[in-house]
């Protein structure tokens, strides 16, 4: 079975550990802060350090090896959602 879960992320590109093989579905903010929602198994034991990273809108993008997550608008900021793939 499958079960949907929250995580919050380091919009500053930091690490977090997920389920092995979670997919990611949205991205939001909640009281400021940045999250995403994931579906992963309820028997998912094994797990993954994966890396986030938020762009402002004109902000330059270092990471090369980027997939785009979704857009959250905090305020009057825009902010772009990326996973950093590769080696963490």
Not at 55 to 68: I, K, S
């Given at each position: ?63 090369a ?8 608008f ?9 996973e ?5």
């Amino acid at each position: 079975m499958d079960v949907i879960h929250k995580y919050e992320i380091d919009a500053h590109g930091g690490k977090i550990e997920l389920p092995k093989g979670a997919m990611v579905l949205s991205t939001g903010v909640q009281n400021d802060k940045f999250f995403i929602w994931v579906i992963t198994t309820l028997t998912a034991m094994q797990t993954e350090l994966r890396r986030f990273k938020a762009y402002a809108t004109g902000e330059v993008m270092d990471d090369a090896n980027r997939e785009f997550i979704g857009t959250v608008f905090v305020s009057s900021l825009v902010f772009h959602i990326f996973e950093i793939k590769g080696d963490i």
